[in-house]
């Protein structure tokens, strides 16, 4: 069965960095676009990068949140999604997860990590 597991989280002090990490397994990972959705405390779930199957475009949303601070990327021979934090501020915490997209329609989701950016 499909499974997309995220680790990598944790406790980061505002300006500093983590690497998030998708091990996907199931399916066919090169097949697939995927997402990194983030949903913070008290608010809704936010898109935070769209990775095409090969890795040869990533999107990121229009808005300021994470744009130049925020790099996806993929490895398919390893199965695994990534996404580089860097310049973290308070309101990068929340509960990251990975997705899968399926016609641009996400079809199963990660359990979550957790990133909390607090000194």
């Known amino acids: 069965q499909v499974q997309l597991v995220e680790s990598g989280g944790g406790l980061v002090q505002p300006g500093g960095s983590l690497r998030l990490s998708c091990a996907a397994s199931?399916?066919?990972?090169?097949?697939?676009?995927m997402y990194w959705v983030r949903q913070a405390p008290g608010k809704g779930l936010e898109w935070v990068s769209h990775?095409?199957?090969?890795?040869?475009?990533?999107?990121?949303p229009d808005s300021d949140s994470v744009k130049g601070r925020f790099t996806a990327s993929r490895d398919n021979a390893k199965n695994t999604l990534y996404l580089e934090m860097n310049s973290l501020k308070s309101e990068d915490t929340a509960v990251y997860y990975c997705?899968?997209?399926?016609?641009?329609?996400?079809?199963?989701w990660g359990q979550g990590t957790q990133v909390t950016v607090s000194s």
């Open positions: 997705a899968r997209d399926q016609y641009w329609t996400i079809d199963y």
């Open positions: 199931g399916f066919t990972f090169s097949f697939y676009s």
């Open positions: 990775t095409r199957p090969n890795g040869e475009m990533t999107y990121y």
